[in-house]
DNA sequence: TAGTCCGAGTTTTTT
DNA sequence: ACTCGGACTA
């Protein structure tokens, strides 16, 4: 990394980084490789053009987390002289610096956050309450199943569309297992019909063959979402682009939103979609000032419909855009570099750079035959504290692998020996059933036509479940529109005929939710949550076996809200900026800590540490066996390995463990051998030092292993059983 | 109509 | 290990 603290940050740039960050105007696209300073160079652009005068609140600065974004800016920050002035407005609730005038930022964030904001300015103009709440990708999965089970879709009529062929050939029709796509499936589906801009027949052709003979359910599903969601007065991810898509083109009210901004920059741009570029396009109609940048060979989000033509075709969509190619590295070793050189040589597509750096202090990068994973895991642990002894911390030490549950057994590991870790991506804690339901209630609250929150908390309630909550959901006017008396109101004032359930329980619910709603003095958000916790904390202990971790949930949710200004703010940072890692939740203490980052190579992007550790570089994990089926999701695979490989500064070490224990299917535990990854050519494997922990000292390993006597042991049973 | 139990099938990455 | 759906019971 190059030194920040010189005269001006002009000096610390290369040439093109310098022509890149002063670039007069119009389109430009900056390809840059990994590790080739893209933060600063977009960093220091943002401070180039409040030098030259641009008013801070009339740039746009677009990233893929709201994370990178407050990175960004604090170095901008570090340049100019009013750091004020650049500190992202989009400052989440976990952020602990306050500014004076909020309309005198920078505007940054996630394509989703900016189009939150400024939907609830402008969205009247197209018709759409200001008051809507977000959802997940999740509760999109649940609405569309509560659709689904109305319909019936699962049952009788996918049946009947299917049925007849099968019995004139005499098949026997498999015990009529629906076959109807899950609530999962529906939601990628409709995901990917709209950020693609591909229509439903293609969407299905192309990505859910098998689904194509359910086409007409689906369709007919698909449409009462959207409705559904109108009606609740609720977005979705998708909504968002595609609302902002729709403002910026408006007539009028686009112009007004479009000329707010002088500059758009925009991060990562191999990774957004072809909605998010009609977005940038409708944005930039008239004024052609846009930087984007981004590294083809870092596209790793095809499965959220990103498209690597954004980027390659960057100069047909924005005519007259310069392209600056930033090559020199100034992250990794030589040795490191020509390991990643390698493997994504095999790829080609793009803009075809070529890494460079004139280190030469490297050592060649470490492929690690194990013999297991529980080898694997020993390994790792060895390699970091050995590092940490040499005086490499922790925190400059990262283990990156494909899928969040690849770390499992390392997390056990890594706490029985007291090293402290953080994981970045895999499973999130807003996504667990008790952190939802708890949300659920404040989205109520915030929106009292939201039907899913509804929905859940309803369905909390004793001898109440989807026939009971749909009547209440009537009487109480959620469903039926049109009434001006607030649902939660209705709540309280007239109880609906409990059905199955306890009176008392709906009137406790009733007061619980009334109690919130005060307004002299209006409560914090943290008072609210209190107040529902009265409520939900018995019902999370009589519903689950092991309560405590949920309620320590809770009460982490409880004090994440502390921070927070209101709880229209607290419910939609929580959707669309999640706490990231472990970290984000566990709170000050740790700060000071030293700590083992861990995270998914997604989660990763952007990162770099000094040691690097990839697990799992087994064909199967990576690449997944989840995204063997085209070539386009391979060379996807390939670039996500290069992604892991391109983090590392000094030293690098892939793992490859020949055996699993757990293979999927293998109920009778069975083991199997894997392959090692198939973008390990013996190309690629020249530039690695080979280090097979198995035939390492012996001494050293034999008392870890038990394995062979076991192995010897079921070799034997097998041999004598038939 | 809710709640429970069992068997079958699935298992990635994230705003 | 986990979720989903179907069957069964109260």
Request: hydrophobic share 35%.
């Amino acid at each position: 990394m190059v030194e920040q603290q010189t005269e001006t940050w002009r000096d610390g740039l290369n040439p093109e980084q310098a022509r890149a960050a002063t670039h007069p105007g119009g389109p430009l696209l900056i390809a840059a490789g990994a590790g080739t300073g893209k933060t600063k160079t977009l960093a220091c652009r943002v401070a180039h053009l409040i030098e030259t005068g641009v008013p801070a609140e009339r740039i746009l600065l677009l990233t893929f987390t709201r994370r990178a974004a407050a990175e960004m800016l604090k170095r901008a920050g570090q340049m100019t002289a009013s750091p004020a002035a650049i500190s992202g407005s989009s400052n989440q609730h976990r952020s602990t610096r306050q500014f004076s005038d909020p309309s005198t930022q920078v505007w940054g964030g996630t394509f989703h956050a900016v189009s939150n904001r400024l939907l609830r300015m402008h969205g009247r103009a197209l018709g759409l309450d200001p008051g809507f709440t977000v959802m997940d990708q999740a509760d999109g999965a649940d609405l569309m199943d509560l659709i689904r089970d109305e319909g019936g879709y699962a049952k009788g009529k996918s049946r009947d569309l299917r049925t007849g062929g099968w019995n004139d050939a005499g098949l026997k029709i498999p015990k009529s297992r629906s076959r109807f796509p899950k609530k999962d499936t529906l939601a990628s589906i409709y995901s990917r019909a709209v950020n693609s801009g591909e229509r439903l027949a293609e969407v299905l052709e192309k990505h859910f063959p098998w689904c194509k003979p359910e086409a007409e359910g689906i369709r007919e599903i698909l449409s009462a979402y959207v409705e559904r969601k109108r009606s609740a007065g609720v977005l979705d991810y998708d909504d968002l682009l595609l609302f902002w898509k729709v403002l910026a083109e408006a007539p009028g009210v686009g112009e007004l939103v479009a000329d707010r901004f002088d500059h758009i920059l925009v991060d990562e741009y191999q990774d957004t979609n072809h909605l998010q570029s009609d977005v940038l396009r409708a944005m930039r109609k008239t004024n052609p000032n846009i930087t984007v940048v981004g590294d083809d060979a870092q596209a790793i989000y095809s499965f959220r419909s990103a498209s690597i033509d954004n980027i390659l075709s960057f100069p047909d969509h924005f005519p007259g855009a310069e392209i600056i190619k930033l090559e020199r590295n100034y992250r990794s070793s030589a040795e490191i570099l020509s390991t990643s050189n390698a493997v994504i040589a095999e790829s080609h597509i793009g803009y075809g750079k070529q890494l460079w750096t004139d280190r030469t202090d490297g050592r060649k990068p470490g492929l690690i035959d194990c013999l297991d994973e529980e080898q694997q895991t020993h390994q790792v642990c060895e390699r970091v504290l050995e590092h940490r002894e040499r005086g490499v911390p922790l925190t400059h030490q990262a283990v990156l692998f494909r899928a969040g549950h690849h770390s499992a057994q390392l997390e056990i590991e890594l706490t029985r020996r007291n090293i402290p870790f953080v994981k970045y991506g895999g499973l999130k804690f807003v996504e667990s059933a008790h952190v939802k339901d708890v949300i659920a209630f404040l989205r109520i609250l915030e929106n009292p036509r939201d039907e899913l929150g509804w929905w859940r908390v309803l369905n909390l309630l004793d001898g109440v479940g989807p026939a009971t909550t749909r009547s209440f959901m009537n009487a109480i006017g959620v469903t039926s529109n049109g009434s001006e008396i607030s649902p939660l109101t209705r709540l309280a004032e007239d109880l609906p005929a409990p059905g199955g359930a306890k009176r008392e329980q709906v009137a406790a619910l009733a007061d619980v939710l009334s109690r919130c709603m005060e307004e002299s003095p209006a409560l914090s958000v943290t008072s609210q949550i209190e107040i529902i916790r009265s409520f939900y904390d018995p019902i999370v202990h009589r519903r689950y076996e092991a309560p405590h971790a949920r309620i320590r949930d809770l009460e982490q949710l409880e004090s994440l809200a502390e921070s927070s200004k209101s709880r229209e703010r607290f419910v939609v940072d929580l959707t669309l900026d999640p706490p990231a890692s472990t970290q984000d939740l566990a709170g000050p203490p740790l700060i000071d800590e030293d700590y083992l980052i861990l995270s998914t190579v997604h989660s990763a992007k952007g990162g770099e540490w000094d040691v690097v550790h990839v697990l799992h570089a087994a064909d199967g994990m990576i690449p997944s066996d989840m995204a063997t089926g085209d070539a386009d999701e391979i060379e996807e695979e390939r670039r996500l390995f290069y992604v892991a490989l391109t983090r590392a500064k000094n030293d690098l070490y892939v793992y490859f463990p020949l055996r699993y224990y757990h293979r999927p299917r293998g109920l009778d535990d069975a083991h199997g051998y894997a392959q090692l990854s198939r973008f390990i050519t013996p190309t690629v494997k020249d530039t690695f030092e080979l280090q097979p922990a198995f035939t390492g000292s012996p001494a050293e390993e034999a008392p870890l292993d038990h394995r062979p006597v076991a192995e010897v042991t079921k070799y034997l049973s097998d041999l004598f059983s038939i």
